[in-house]
Structure formats: structure tokens, C-alpha cells
């Protein structure tokens, strides 16, 4: 075929052709029921709402089941994400669900952090779901897609209005889940003021610009019921487990001294509104707008945080491998910086080091010097001090030997001292003057 037939043939609209007879094709969306039936549903629940506010009851009615369940303390330091997964089977379909109780809601003395725990949970499923999507082998067919579906916000039935907790956790989660404000323990609160309450909540929701799920309307099937129920939100519930006889038939209700609150009948409460809203006309919706809506915008900020466009500077459409390669430069040029900035840190820290050793060098050597010289001086001093006691010792000596020689002598005396006697006894009287002298003394 030319280019130019094929031009033409591409920009001429599409024809409708008539079937000569039964092709087929019109068994597809059986086919894609039956496939869908095979591989079963998955559904996710997050239940937020303050300790024994009356969600596991909720849970129990809503699936007409006992999930397993144990009570939340009211001590809680921080709230905390409990996922629990069960397999359900009505008739031929299979049901995963999920019912994740953010345990400890409400009681902490400071709740501005309250709402963190449950944004990085839902977080945390979108960033599994993208991960599998990134992956070179994906396996999305059985992926347990643990994306929340919708969350089920019970409020306290205060008659008065939403409290500030609300209001910051339903702002921070609107964005990111399929959000349907419910009033829980709704037999607690008077008609007249559950009216006046749902109008007050909505004016509240409204003018905080928070952003709950709207059953949609373009789905002609849905859309009358669906804008009808739109105008009942938020539903205001009762839930319970317990079966009382109403007539001749047992009921779901729950049984006070001054009469019955029967949970299915709509002039008691919303609960079949809830019930048929959630799980039987708009469960896929709200699967479908999980996907298209919240996990879109949770993957597109992720990709832009990533660095990934779909056009250039110029509006230019920017191909994934552009994206990449450009990545890849600036991640290379950054690392080849990060090296060089890393090489210098080390050199300089090497001649830091080397300096430092040095002045602690030059330290030692001047204190060894100064003890070398105190050594040397200490020595002297103690050969000085050696010096003058060998003096003293020979002085000693010499004295010693003076003194042994001057011992001897006068014993040497004293044995010819008898002799002596005689001789100067004899001189005595024959030499007066020398005696007188000797004693010191005049003799008369
Ligand atoms: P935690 O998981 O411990 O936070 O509690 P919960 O929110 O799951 O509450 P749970 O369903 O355990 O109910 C707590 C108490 O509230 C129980 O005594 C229930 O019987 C009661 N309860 C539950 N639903 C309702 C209701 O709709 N109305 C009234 N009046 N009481 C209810
Ligand atoms: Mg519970």
C-alpha cells in the first residue's frame, strides 16, 4: 500500500460494518466475569475511630460472621495498624478481606501525631504496589493487593459536632483512601438530634474542605440510588451480633428495658443503607477508584520524586529511557563529585593527623629533653653529696686513728704511771716552781 492510501485510510472514521451472522465476541464480558470469579476479590477495609467505639461489632454484623477480635487497652502510647486477612465465600465468589483496626485511636493525652501511623500505613500498600509494578517480573495476577478500599470513619455520637481529632485525621486521609463518615452507636442519640447532627457534620466536613466518598452517579444503573444514599451521609449505625424475637422472627438487634433497636430496620438505623452501599452496589467502584485515583496520584508523586516526566523543558514528550539516561548522568556526575569531595576529606584529614602526631613528637622530645637535664642535675647533686661524705669519712678516719693513737699512748702512760710516781714525787720537792704550774695551783 502507498504511504499516501495509508494516510488516507488513517484519517478517514471508523466505518460500522454489519455481522453476517454469529461471531462470537459477544460472550467477552462473560468471559472476563468467569475470570474474574476464578481468581477471586480482594477488599480492604480500615476501620478508624476511638477504643469500644463499636468497630469489631460493626465488622461482625456488616459480614454476618465473628471475625476474631480482642479489645484495645485505653493505654496505647501511639496508635497502631492491626491487619487482619480473612477468606470469605458467598455462593461461587471468593473474597480476600482485610480489616485493619488503627488500635489505640483517640487515646493519647497529645493526638497531633494521631493521624501519622494511618497515613504511613496506607502509604506503605501503595509503595508494595508500585514496587511489584516496577519489577522486571511482575506478578500482579496473584498479588495480594493490601491497598485500603475505603475507610470507615466511626464518630462519636456527641449530638454536637466533630471533634478537632476528626476533622485533622479525615483532612490527612481524603487524599489518599475512599473515606465514608459513619455515626456509630447511632441508638444512643435522639431522632431529632441525629438529625440536626448529620447536618452539622456535613457543614463542618464541607467548610474544612474535607473530601468524603461520593457514590457515583454515572453508572445509569446506580445513580438514582446512588444520589439518594449521597443525601444520607453519614450514616448513622447500629451494630450488634445478638438476636432477639421480633414477632415470630429472629432479628439482629440490640435489646434495651424500654424496647428493641432492630439493626436491619431502616426506621431504627442506617445500617442497610451502609450495607448496601458499601458492599453490595459500589464495592468495585470503590476498588476501581482506589486504583484509578488514589494510587495514581500516590505513584505520579512518586515518580516525579523520583525524577521521571512525560515531557521535557519544552513540552516535548520525554521517553522513559530520556528519563533514565539523564538519571543516570546526573547520578554519575554527582557520585564522581561525591568521590572527589570524599578523596579530599580523606587527604585532609591525613595531614590533620600527620601534623598532630608531630606537635605530640615534638612534646615527648622537649619533656624528655627537661627530664634528661633534671637527671643530669640530680646527678651531680648526689656526686657532690658522695664527694663531701668521702671527706667527712676520711676526715673521720683520720680523727679515728688520732684518736686510737692518742688511746694507746696514754694506756702506754698509764702502765708506767707508778714509776713515774716515785720520780716526781721526788721532783716535786726538789722543783716547786714546775709543780705549782702543773696543777694550776700556788703551793704554800
Ligand atoms: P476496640 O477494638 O477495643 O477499640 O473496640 P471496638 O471499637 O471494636 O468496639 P466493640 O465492637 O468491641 O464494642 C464495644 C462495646 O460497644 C461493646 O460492649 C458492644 O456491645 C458495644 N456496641 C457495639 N456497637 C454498638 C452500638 O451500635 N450501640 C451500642 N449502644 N453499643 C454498641
Ligand atoms: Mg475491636
Known amino acids: 500500500m502507498a504511504a499516501t492510501d495509508l494516510q488516507r ?9 454489519s455481522l453476517g451472522g454469529h461471531v462470537g465476541f459477544d460472550s467477552l464480558p462473560d468471559q472476563l466475569v468467569s475470570k474474574s470469579v476464578t481468581q477471586g476479590f480482594s477488599f480492604n477495609i480500615l476501620c478508624v475511630g476511638e477504643t469500644g467505639i463499636g468497630k ?42 482485610t480489616i485493619v483496626d488503627a488500635v489505640g485511636f483517640g487515646d493519647q493525652i497529645n493526638k497531633d ?46 449530638g454536637h459536632s466533630l471533634k478537632s481529632l ?5 483532612k490527612k486521609l481524603d487524599s489518599k483512601v475512599n473515606i465514608i463518615p459513619i455515626i456509630a452507636k447511632a441508638d444512643t442519640i435522639s431522632k431529632s438530634e441525629l438529625h440536626k447532627f448529620k447536618i452539622k457534620i456535613m457543614s463542618e466536613l ?15 444503573a446506580v445513580a438514582e440510588i446512588n444520589s439518594v444514599m449521597n443525601a444520607h451521609l453519614p450514616f448513622a449505625v447500629v451494630g450488634s451480633t445478638e438476636e432477639v424475637k421480633v414477632g415470630n422472627k429472629l432479628v439482629r438487634a440490640r435489646q434495651y428495658p424500654w424496647g428493641v433497636v432492630q439493626v436491619e430496620n431502616e426506621s431504627h438505623c442506617d ?18 477508584q482506589t486504583h484509578t485515583r488514589h494510587y495514581e496520584l500516590y505513584r505520579r508523586c512518586k515518580l516525579e520524586e523520583m525524577g521521571f516526566k512525560d515531557t521535557d ?55 624528655f629533653e627537661h627530664l634528661k637535664r633534671i637527671h643530669q642535675e640530680e646527678k651531680r647533686k648526689v656526686e657532690e653529696k658522695r664527694r663531701e661524705l668521702e671527706d667527712e669519712m676520711n676526715a673521720f678516719n683520720r680523727r679515728k686513728v688520732a684518736v686510737e693513737t692518742l688511746q694507746s699512748q696514754s694506756l702506754q702512760a698509764t702502765s708506767q704511771q707508778p714509776l713515774k710516781k716515785d720520780k716526781d714525787k721526788k721532783n716535786f720537792f726538789s722543783l716547786p716552781s714546775v709543780c705549782s704550774i702543773t696543777s694550776g695551783r700556788h703551793v704554800n
Open 271 to 288: 445500617f442497610v443503607k451502609l450495607r448496601e452501599m458499601l458492599i453490595r452496589v459500589n464495592m468495585e467502584d470503590l476498588r476501581e
Open 9 to 17: 485510510f488513517s484519517n478517514e472514521e471508523k466505518r460500522n460494518l
Open 313 to 367: 523543558p519544552d513540552s516535548q514528550p520525554f521517553s522513559l529511557q530520556e528519563t533514565y539516561e539523564t538519571k543516570r548522568k546526573e547520578f554519575l556526575g554527582e557520585l564522581q563529585k561525591k568521590e572527589e569531595e570524599m578523596r579530599q576529606m580523606f587527604v585532609n584529614k591525613v595531614k590533620e593527623t600527620e601534623a598532630e602526631l608531630k606537635e605530640k613528637e615534638r612534646e615527648l622530645h622537649e619533656k
Open 166 to 170: 476528626d476533622l485533622v485525621t479525615m
Open 113 to 158: 501525631e494521631s493521624y501519622r501511623p494511618i497515613v504511613e500505613y496506607i502509604d506503605t500498600q501503595f509503595e508494595n504496589y508500585l514496587q511489584e509494578e516496577l519489577k522486571i517480573r511482575r506478578s500482579l495476577f496473584n498479588y495480594h493487593d493490601t491497598r485500603i478500599h475505603v475507610c470507615l470513619y466511626f464518630i462519636t455520637p456527641t
Open 206 to 220: 464541607v467548610s474544612n474542605g474535607v473530601q468524603i466518598y461520593q457514590f457515583p452517579t454515572d453508572d445509569e
Open 56 to 97: 469489631s461489632t460493626l465488622m461482625n454484623t456488616l459480614f454476618n460472621t465473628t471475625f476474631e477480635t480482642e479489645e484495645a487497652s485505653h493505654y496505647e502510647s501511639a496508635v497502631r495498624l492491626r491487619p487482619r486477612t480473612y477468606d470469605l465465600q458467598e455462593s461461587n465468589v471468593h473474597l480476600k478481606l
